[in-house]
């Protein structure tokens, strides 16, 4: 998420610890490294406020260059 997204750190951390706080994410750790998911859970109680965002962030004028940010980092292994 860092290297994807170009934050520091402790900004990532601190934005991920609010989205698993409030239920939107969950995580699970291997060795050093932290996985995030979106929640099954809130896209359950959710689903149209989901279908919604995934709309409207594809639409998003940076959504291109990020989502090719994300594959680069996954084609070098960067993120799971």
């Known amino acids: 998420?860092?290297?994807?997204l170009g934050l520091t750190q402790s900004n990532a951390s601190r934005h991920l610890t609010v989205l698993k706080k409030a239920?939107?994410?969950?995580?699970?750790?291997t060795a050093q490294w932290t996985y995030y998911k979106i929640s099954n859970e809130f896209i359950k109680e959710n689903k149209e406020l989901?279908?919604?965002l995934l709309l409207k962030i594809s639409k998003v004028?940076?959504?291109d260059v990020d989502s090719s940010k994300h594959d680069k980092c996954k084609s070098e292994d960067l993120c799971k």
Do not use: T
């Open 61 to 63: 004028p940076c959504y």
């Open 1 to 4: 998420i860092e290297e994807c």
């Open 23 to 29: 239920g939107v994410l969950d995580s699970y750790k």
């Open 50 to 52: 989901y279908d919604y």
